[in-house]
């Protein structure tokens, strides 16, 4: 993966980084060659813009290669040698960076902010050597081909390049990533003026070294210069680290220069391999120290963070989570949850271990005492019990625990969660209560429930059976084909179509009314009704739900009363039936034949017999039958002759509901006058 562009310099522009790069790049180069130890015939010890090129392309993208070719061909032109050689020297600083780079990406799991150890050991070793040693090939070979050099001394040049690449990559690169990135740990109080002593004692050390005139100066001071590295490694930050790398690295080459200093009098090729050596060292020693202390601090301010937050979310839930000394039988830890629920601090119950056993419900105490006792012997703990709360309201606590066992078997840490679970009891409470309320129910309506789940195709059927007095409910599962089979052969396709028109959506209720096989045998008649009750995505029906009421009794009565209908309908006697205002309610067809009267032109009206001047009304008001013979007109104006049979019916109540007359065809009568027109009878 490509780098976070996590610094300021690299969310800059394109155009801006890669001038950047050109202009730094080209004073550093300019800078180092302007300070070489000519005097002592030896190169510059280090190649500090490797560092410079390399932090670059790993802040700012690879992207930036160009600027490394065009600043090493301006500082190449700059000093004199051909555009040729500066293009090839270019090329090579350039390739070098892009190898290092990639090195970095891909095989070494950079991390660029160095919190690692082996960051530090990627970055100063594993990815400069590849390409310095690319650099020193194309930049020796092309100071030979344009005589800067003999074939004698290509070995020793090479060296000395690919060396001096990769001390100025340990040397630079380290120091421009942590100073151009933001600080991962803030600076403890006081700091700075450690981080200044350091540096000062750093200096002093080195001095002590370089100015060494004795063999034991030089070792003393070998050893103090080693105790500060150490020090400064693991007591400051990257920066302040970085930072001191300098410091030895620069008074050594100026001490060098001068002739002093443990490596004076050496060769100059000696001479330039023990800078190189030296520098290495010191500068990888005290950034991978750092880059550990780093490491470890991080991991603690990480573990501290996490306990931090830990302890919030456990002080967040509604359960008491808790730690138990087995030793001391003293609570360790207790979450805030305690508080809440007795108004107390949870520390209160770490330190006085009595005062939960106080909070118990006195019914309970002995049984969760004895559950508690139990812990300490390795066994896993699931009780409930109950406590008073800081209200005094009584709540009920479901506590479960575990052992902690050494590798003997010793109890060496309890760990346990007290949970409330008063509305899982309050809700157990109402959940029974509606189910004693269900069965009552469906004893008392004699209704059953059942559901169908489409995907199962299985039928649940539940019903209320008495049960010594009360109601209990009874179960039933049946597959659909089984259900269907002991369905009457006469409803069965019916009833099915039914079923499956609701589920399909053709109708939204279901309804039907069917026969179904007892278990002892007989034919019984049942109405059933429901609906689709949860649908997929697409709509599909999943479950339907509904009822079911045994209606035989009333089905056998509705058969009998279609018999009776069917035998009044067809007798040839005219019947008919009146409300307890005398207004007509039905009639028979014989009725209809007789007088010539269709229900619909009669229905509402008062016959002549049942008009409130007559005997026959005032005998039926009295509560008495009334029979006799009556003149009656037809429709056609005719009159004949009936004998009539009227009867008063009550209610529940006792009070007149509606009366019932049965008439019979006697002859034909001549048209009575207007005087007889109110209905012309003989009671008797």
Known sequence: MPFPPASAFGRLPLPARLLLTFLAYLAVAQLTLAVETEALGISAPFWPPTGLALAALVLGRSILWPAVLLATLASALISGFPLWVGLVMGAGNALSALMSVFILRRLADFDTTLSRPRDVISLCFVAPAPGAALSAVTGVAALYFSGHGTVQELGGAWRGWWVGDMVGAEILAPLLLVWLQPL???????????????????????????????????????????????????????RAVSAAALIPAALASLFVAAGRGPFAGHGPDLLLVELQVFMAAVTTTLLALAAASRQ?????????????????????????????????RQFTFMSGAMTRLFGRPAADFCTHPELWVQQLHPDDRAAALAAFERQFLGEGVEHEFRVIDKEGA????????????????????????TRDVTRLHQAAERLVASEERLRRALGASEVGVWDWSVGQSSLNFVMAVPDDGNYGLEEHHLGLAEWEAHLHEEDRTRVMQALLDCRDGRSSRFRCEYRMRTRQGHWRWFRGEGQVVRRDGEGKALALSGTFRDVHERKQAELELDKLSLAVEQTPTAVFIADAEGRLDYCNQAYSDITGYLLEERLGQVPDLLRADGDCWRTLQSGEAWRGEAIERRQDGSAFVSLQSIAPMRDANGRLSYFVGVGQYLREAPVPSVAGDQGQSAAS
């Not at 991080?298 to 919030?312: K, P």
């Open 184 to 238: 991962v740990l803030r600076p403890r109080p006081g700091y700075r003026w450690e981080a200044l002593l350091a540096l000062i004692g750093l200096t002093l050390a080195s001095l002590w070294l370089f100015a060494a005139d004795s063999a034991a100066e030089v070792a003393y001071g070998g050893l103090a210069l080693l105790l500060m590295v150490i020090w400064i490694g693991l007591r400051l930050q990257l």
């Open 296 to 328: 470890r601090r991080v991991a603690e301010r990480d573990r501290s963070l996490m306990a931090a937050r830990l302890e919030q979310v456990l002080d967040s839930l509604d359960d008491v989570i808790w730690t138990l000394d087995p030793v001391s």
């Open 394 to 417: 009584v709540r009920w606590m479901h506590v479960q625990s575990h052992a902690a066992l050494d590798g003997e078997g010793r109890v060496v840490r309890l760990d346990g969660i």
